[in-house]
């Protein structure tokens, strides 16, 4: 009998995604990048940035970044990483990650990520412009704190389940979902609201 249910519950999962959230919960979207994906560009400049002041209402957010990279220690006690674009974008996965750390909010973070994905090199001019301190950033993609965070997150990107298989890969309420990964790159906010409590407010409009 508890197998015919488990399978009957993975079922519904794989169908119809993870469970809304209860009414006085928020609903969580975990966001799997890398710094110079042209996919990841493109979700967070065309879609996930400019609806955030309607989605930060009902939406728990994290940015990950690091996709499809590789790392292995080094012999300075930090990590080396390949990246899927290259060394700069292993650069850029640090940098982001700094700013994510030191980014009292998270539309800081996300203004702050946004901006380096039209200009990657450019750490302080994002970060004045999401209203960032750029002194800590900078010493953390500097030294070994910076590796040490992108190892986290490599961490826990190399152990999804189901793996990781595209850039931006999008977790909604910690399930992943075939048809929410999609539809989520042209429809972030329509794809939310059906992952999101009942009545969300912000999607009854």
Known sequence: MFSILAIGFALIYAIHG????????????????ESLCPDSRNFLVTQLNPN?????TFTDLRLV???????VPNAEGGWDFECQHGPEECTGNILHACGIKYSPSVTQALNFTTCLMDAPTAGQSCAESAGLDYTPIDA???????????HDYGVETLNLDPTLTFVPWLIYNKVWNESNQWESLTNVT????????????????
Do not use: H, I
């Open 18 to 33: 993870a469970p809304q959230p209860k009414a006085d919960e928020r609903m969580t979207l975990d966001v799997y990048y």
């Open 52 to 56: 955030w002041p309607t989605l930060s």
């Open 65 to 71: 970044p690091f996709g499809k990279a590789t790392f």
């Open 140 to 150: 953390c993609q500097n030294n070994v704190e910076g590796q040490n965070l992108v």
């Open 190 to 205: 329509g794809v939310a609201c059906n992952n999101a409590p009942a009545n969300t407010p912000a999607c009854l409009a």
